[in-house]
């Protein structure tokens, strides 16, 4: 339940991109307080890895463009975890 | 979470299961403890120092006085600066030796951080005392004398799932290798050289990623180091990636462990491209 019904429609992550659950972007470290666009594709502490999210020229014929990689993957991407209610084993 | 500060003491084993939140607050406590263990042995070394002064005091002014019993005094002062000399090397000794590995089990959780729901748990595994298994000795006949030992150590392993249901396991082994030999001087010396194997296993969902396989061929990118590392192997299959390296340093293993699983999930990441178009 999110009291103040904010939405944070950016992507982060590290490894991989996923929806922000933050409640605000006050203070958030990825966005800067909603200064980064795309907080995935803009890390800067991925060492050796500086265009990380850039897959132009990858066989682009079968895997589409560089920008096919929207917010809503970024939410798909998280799999729910089973809560105590959902598990019908429990008593 | 309360650690288990007698075993972690007696045995040198940390072994947990809890949210990564957790475990960075019990690596703390462990941190603190080794902190306090340091200070014991500076403070016994300390004392080690006073007693033997009080011991040569007591010597000089029984020889002055004539005096048997500060002649006694200074015998057990002294014995017992010697004692506490010896303790000061011997109390905390493994926690001491091996005080970075904490540490590094820090750095790793940190980077996992990003990718993990805050409730999930992750195993891990902490051997802050040396456990060496003697894999073979052989001699070493370009020296004389010479004999060489190798050992492993597997002393941290860390595994659990992330938020995109990809099972992640890491661990890291400890190869040392000891030569030792006759010199032409006729000094023995031992020679320890120690490396450190970094293995990552991904297990990742098909339903999110498909088959990575193609990814991996059509991507054909080199999985990145630090330059003092080396990548020994790869392998991707159709539920997994599988990553060696080997790693000269230990304080170079986070970013070791961090690039490796960076080029992991290029893999992936483009691997769930295909999967979403062919959806």
Redesign the interface.
Request: glycine share 12%; hydrophobic share 40%; aromatic share 30%.
């Given at each position: 339940m999110n009291p103040t019904g904010f939405a944070c429609p950016r992507r982060?992550?590290?490894?991989?991109?996923?929806a922000c659950d933050r409640l605000t972007p006050i203070g958030c470290p990825d966005c800067n307080g909603g200064q980064v666009n795309d907080p995935f594709a803009q890390r800067t502490d991925?060492?050796?890895?500086n265009e990380?999210?850039n897959?132009s020229g990858?066989?682009s014929g079968?895997?589409?463009g560089p920008h096919?990689?929207t917010e809503a993957?970024g939410e798909t991407?998280?799999?729910k975890?089973r809560t105590y209610e959902d598990d019908l084993n429990k008593s | 979470m309360a650690i288990d500060t007698a075993k972690l003491q007696k045995e040198g084993v940390y072994d947990a299961r809890a949210p990564l939140r957790s475990l960075l607050e019990d690596l703390d406590q462990i941190g603190n403890m080794v902190q306090a263990a340091e200070a014991k042995r500076h403070r016994v070394r300390l004392y080690s120092g006073v007693a033997m002064i009080v011991g040569l005091l007591s010597a000089v002014v029984a020889g002055i006085v004539n005096s048997n019993a500060f002649g006694f005094c200074a015998f057990l002062a002294f014995t017992a600066g010697v004692g506490l000399f010896i303790y000061s090397f011997v109390t905390g000794r493994d926690l001491h030796k091996h005080h970075d590995r904490y540490d590094l089990l820090k750095e790793l959780s940190k980077t996992l951080q990003h990718d993990a729901d805050p409730q999930a748990k992750f195993s891990v595994h902490l051997a802050l005392k040396a456990q060496p298994k003697l894999l073979r000795a052989e001699p070493f006949p370009q020296r004389k004398n010479g004999k060489q030992e190798f050992f492993e150590e597997d002393f941290l392993s860390i595994g659990g799932e992330l938020l995109d249901g990809t099972f992640l396991e890491e661990s890291v082994t400890e190869l040392t290798r000891k030569r030792s030999y006759t010199n032409p001087r006729g000094k023995s010396k031992t020679k320890t050289r120690s490396r450190y194997q970094l293995a990552v296993r991904l297990g990742y969902p098909s339903d999110v990623y498909g088959d990575a396989r193609p990814a991996q061929q059509a991507l054909n990118e080199e999985i990145r180091v630090p330059a003092t590392a080396t990548i020994k192997d790869v392998g991707v299959s159709e539920k997994t990636i599988a990553v060696k390296a080997m790693v000269q340093a230990e304080k170079e293993i986070p970013q070791t462990s961090a690039m490796v699983c960076l080029g992991a999930y290029r893999i992936l990441n483009l691997a769930r491209r295909a999967a979403g178009g062919a959806k």
């Open positions: 982060v992550g590290f490894l991989f991109p996923h991925r060492y050796g890895y990380y999210d897959y990858v066989a079968v895997y589409g096919d990689f993957d991407l998280v799999r975890r | -």
